[in-house]
Nanobody, 123 residues
Framework: QVPLVESGGGLVQAGGSLRLACATS????????LGWFRQGPGKEREFVAT????????RYADSVEGRFTISRDNAKNSVYLEMNSVKPEDSALYYC????????????????WGQGTQVTVSS
């Protein structure tokens, strides 16, 4: 079991920044690849970013490349998503997820999910 809890969501103005965090109490956290996904109103779950257990491999969705940064701190059992230059279309419920495999943009490759944190970007 890998319980995940997201935090840091809220209201932010377009062009601003927001930092999301996801933490777990699982002792094996450092062995998992981690990902961020989001789901906006009327949309399906969408890949945002993923990071390998070492942090050496990182992938981003084209829509956030250059604006968002994923990172992890295994000592703190946490993964982060730094969101910069946010746009209204970034508004969504953001989920973190853990997978016992290589980084993947596919939601079905992830085994554990948090409850999500809401991000709303105002224009």
């Amino acid at each position: 079991q890998v319980p995940l809890v997201e935090s840091g969501g809220g209201l932010v103005q377009a062009g601003g920044s927001l930092r999301l965090a996801c933490a777990t109490s699982a002792r094996t956290f450092s062995t998992y690849s981690l990902g961020w996904f989001r789901q906006g109103p009327g949309k399906e779950r969408e890949f945002v970013a993923t990071i390998s257990w070492t942090g050496a491999t990182i992938r981003y969705a084209d829509s956030v490349e250059g604006r968002f940064t994923i990172s992890r701190d295994n000592a703190k059992n946490s993964v982060y998503l730094e969101m910069n230059s946010v746009k209204p279309e970034d508004s969504a419920l953001y989920y973190c997820a853990a997978a016992g495999k290589s980084p993947s943009p596919l939601w079905r490759d992830y085994d554990y999910w948090g409850q999500g944190t809401q991000v709303t970007v105002s224009s």
